[in-house]
């Protein structure tokens, strides 16, 4: 992969992160974003799984999560190709240090690995606006294999329409209906794959 790798996230994927950060408004949250490479130049994220809400550095909790997403996505052709965080604050714009780690890790797997901030100033404002943009910053590694924000021409959202329905599914309060890993671990019946959001 080259240095002007793109990205396209599926409307699906893309929206199930953002509501899993408006879930949890208060709290940094992340998940792992699910592909493959398509073509020379295009990792396609297929899916996205919300991990967790509360101390999202913890290894363990982490190492069990991945295991079982690996376990279930590889069946299904996917691996995990990046890497998605929302910081607590509102005002936040930098990428934390486990944000970084666990990016660093997935990197190791996929070199092509994207990572995902959530960019609050661009989720306030999408209800004014017609941008079909994501509401996300792009980070790449870079030559010095440093985390690097990049172009927003490179990272986009595979339908057009993702925004209108993102806001369709904010009014209507879907994003009470998300489950993470957290949620999973405090009870095993709650689905982590969340297959009964988009029905």
Do not use: C
């Amino acid at each position: 992969m080259g240095g002007e790798t793109k990205y396209e996230i599926h409307q699906n994927a893309y929206i199930k992160l953002v509501l899993h950060a408006l879930k949890h408004k208060t709290s940094a949250v992340n998940g792992v974003l699910l592909g493959r490479l398509s073509g020379d130049d295009t990792v396609e994220i297929v899916d996205s799984v919300p991990l967790f809400h509360s101390q999202i550095g913890l290894l363990p909790p982490l190492e069990i999560a991945l295991i079982m997403i690996e376990e279930y996505y590889n069946d299904k052709g996917l691996s995990i190709v990046g890497y998605f965080h929302a910081n607590e604050r509102f005002d936040d714009f930098e990428l934390s240090n486990v944000a970084k780690n666990i990016g660093d890790h997935i990197s190791k797997y996929f070199p092509g690995a994207a990572l995902l901030l959530l960019d609050n100033k661009k989720l306030e404002a999408l209800p004014k606006g017609k941008d079909g943009n994501p509401v996300m910053q792009l980070y790449t590694k870079d030559t010095s294999r440093s985390w690097k924000l990049v172009g927003s021409d490179r990272l986009t959202v595979k339908e057009p329409s993702a925004n209108v329905i993102l806001l369709d599914f904010i009014s209507s309060k879907k994003w009470k209906d998300i489950t993470d890993f957290d949620d999973h671990l405090d009870d095993i019946s709650k689905d982590w794959l969340n297959s009964d959001l988009f029905n």
